[in-house]
């Protein structure tokens, strides 16, 4: 199954500079998000969004078409 992926902050080094961040990937059919992030090499703590909604399950099923976006989490005080 193909997954649109959205990376930001430091998760863009992952990508070619001229990706801008932004790939589709290849993932077989029964991947979960933890999945994804071995796929991408990210081992560090990440948030992640599926198709705009945040999922804190990192055993969440993916389908056909999802679209992930990866972020860091923010801290400020």
Known sequence: ?????????????????????????????????????A???????AICSVNGQLEYDQTSQLKEGDEVQIFRPVGGG
């Open 1 to 37: 199954m193909q997954v649109k992926v959205v990376l930001f902050s430091v998760f863009r080094e992952k990508l070619p500079r001229e990706n801008r961040g932004r790939t589709t990937l290849e993932l077989p059919e029964d991947s979960n998000l933890k999945d994804l992030l």
């Open 39 to 45: 796929a991408l090499d990210i081992n560090i703590t």
